[in-house]
């Protein structure tokens, strides 16, 4: 299947839809339409590259700015998403200026990483081991090192790749477009 090929499917879907009278329609009738729409577009859409979003904690108000892009699991029409966190202001969590580093992988269970260490590999470098941890949602990673693996992997890098173990025993692997992190981040994080 080519990327046209879901493409046509949305455009025929969206033809579709646009004879539809939705005052009449019932709302499963919407949810479903909509929901096609959404599946097939996110398919077929390109990745997009890095976005930002200010984040503030309602208890203590602290503030952060995260920065994420999307990436594919192979494989599969899933996707994940790459989060990083620079905390701004300080909380009962993380002091000013401390870095967070997520993979968050929505209906996906993963299990423990073996060792505390997953499989990474950056552009056409070889593949090495970093540290991770499960988050207790067990659909994220969080990065042990992260500091290091911003300032030292994926500021120089255009892909990242992440290989983790999907529940029951499947190896996937995600990768996601980095490019350009390096100019958006600066500044922030003490990076």
Known sequence: ??????????LKNLAILSRVDFRRASPAIIILAIGMCLHHASYSAPIQNWKRTPIK???NDSKALAFYTEGRINATRKTGVLIVVCHEKRSHLFPAGALSVYVDLPHTFV??????????????????????ERGTDYQSFLSGAPRELVRDYLFGSKTFRLEFTEDPGVARII???VSGLSRLIQGHCGL
């Not at 299947?1 to 949305?10: G, I, S, V, Y």
């Not at 423990?112 to 470098?125: A, K, N, S």
């Open 175 to 177: 990768t996601f477009n």
């Open 1 to 10: 299947m080519t990327m046209a090929d879901p493409m046509k499917k949305l």
């Open 111 to 132: 299990e423990e990483p073996r060792r505390g260490q997953l499989l990474v590999r950056f552009d056409q470098d070889e593949a090495g081991n970093l540290p991770w």
């Open 57 to 59: 904690d309602e208890m």
